[in-house]
């Protein structure tokens, strides 16, 4: 081999092993799966009771008769891949209703009702709060 040749190989060697050592080789993930860590209500009105479990009072709507409860949560992390959740609740109790899209509760009478809200991703975590219309 001639003397340029090997001096050519062992110039284009340090070259790679410099840009290599400058910019380094990183481990990317692609279709990575974030799973639900935690789910959190964002309601005010939502208290904990002295053995941890949460509730809120729901009161009257004047001008309709019902009671009418907005349940807003947030699921963790925010870059989770499946961030929608299920709402799991008596589903035979009388004059209760939940709207399984928008987290609306409506109450036609005075009651209780539990609902868990449960992420879809399959995640074994929930988020329990007790809706008391008054």
Known sequence: MKKSVVILILVIYLASVALVSFFGLQYKTFDE?????KIEFLNDDIKTMDDGSLYAVVKQDESTGLWVYQIKYRVYPDNATNSEVEYIYDTQKPGVTVDTTTGVV???ERGALKVTIKPKDGTD???TVTLRAR
Do not use: K, N, R, V
């Open 33 to 37: 799966i974030i799973y639900t860590e």
């Open 106 to 108: 409506t109450f036609e």
């Open 125 to 127: 975590i929930s988020a």
